[in-house]
């Protein structure tokens, strides 16, 4: 069996044979980050995958990211190192699901958060990630009927932060709904100095958002961040300490960057299996044998685009 660092050794020389972009999300294990070009949130992957002049994308990420970049880049070979990578919150909601809704609402805008699959995509008329959901909604138009699918919890966070009456689909991320407000408060009182970085996608936002307005939380250490909000905040902050309340893979990111600060999970438990199914040996064996392609059919290609154009135009 190959070590980590022949492992790596292989995927560089690969890499550069294949003319390949490798994609890493933030959830991604320690050694995919490290062997990345790009390591980011959703938003910042698909600006890396809509600019890349790479011939391959290899995404080392879920499915529905992998899609994201080949509607993007209809003419490169987006690949995923494991088919099975997929993401139970996409798989909440279906196209007819949407089409439904709009058949009752037919003036009405769907917005898509993109961790959704391209044919629900396709029936939307914008995509957001939780980077621009809020810069998303302000820019329709006032009186819309809006239908935000399928993250219940950050539909309730851009509702209350937008001031805008919207209806939403109730799905959840099982890793981010586990993630409770008892977990927060026991922390927080056990690390009072440390500022408390919170995913709009997690179980407890809304709760959070509550205590914020009621001033029962210190809202001068308390940030409602995307992953990369997460990141950037670390950068600037002078705080030695954050509790993190996100999946798990973030902290090596964060670690990494800054070695004489302290990150704790708000829930150790908060690992995403699916992301954690892509690993360094499948990663060589999707460069080696161009595996998995990811291609979405060009009639749902077309309209998916328009979704997300819409987003990335207000990135």
């Known amino acids: 069996m190959e070590s980590r660092e022949e492992l790596t050794e292989r995927i560089l020389h690969l890499k550069e044979e294949k003319q390949a972009v490798i994609l890493a999300h933030n959830y991604q294990v320690p050694e995919v980050q490290d062997v990345a070009d790009f390591v980011g949130d959703s938003l910042g992957l698909s600006q890396q995958a809509a600019k890349t002049h790479a011939q391959r994308i290899v995404f080392c990420g879920v499915h529905f990211m992998a899609e994201t970049a080949s509607i993007l880049c209809p003419d490169k070979k987006v690949l995923i190192p494991d088919l099975e990578a997929g993401c139970s919150l996409s798989a909440t909601i279906t196209a007819q699901d949407v089409r439904d809704w709009k058949a009752r609402h037919p003036d009405g805008v769907v917005v898509c958060y993109v961790n959704t699959d391209a044919e629900v995509k396709a029936e939307s008329d914008y995509c957001c990630t939780s980077t621009n959901a809020v810069k998303v909604v302000n820019a329709i138009p006032e009186g819309k009927e809006i239908f935000f699918v399928p993250d219940m919890f950050l539909g309730a966070y851009v509702s209350r932060t937008t001031g805008r009456k919207m209806e939403f689909w109730q799905g959840e991320c099982h890793v981010h709904a586990g993630i409770k407000p008892e977990d927060i408060n026991a922390l927080r009182a056990e690390h009072p100095s440390a500022d408390f970085l919170i995913h709009p996608e997690c179980g407890c936002v809304s709760n959070c958002m509550n205590y914020l307005a ?7 250490r308390t940030y409602i961040y995307s992953t990369e909000g997460m990141i950037r905040h670390v950068d600037r902050s ?3 300490e954050f509790i993190v309340a996100t999946e798990t893979g973030i902290l090596y990111r964060m670690e990494k960057d800054h070695p004489d600060r ?3 999970a708000a829930n150790p438990e908060a690992v995403c299996e699916y992301m954690k199914r892509i690993t360094l040996e499948k990663v060589a064996t999707s460069l080696e044998r161009d595996i998995f392609e990811v291609k979405v059919p060009e009639s749902i290609a077309v309209r998916a ?4 154009q819409r987003m990335m135009e207000l990135a």
């Open 305 to 308: 685009r328009r979704s997300i």
């Open 238 to 240: 002078p705080a030695k």
């Open 214 to 220: 009621d001033g029962d939380i210190d809202s001068a």
């Open 262 to 264: 302290t990150f704790i």
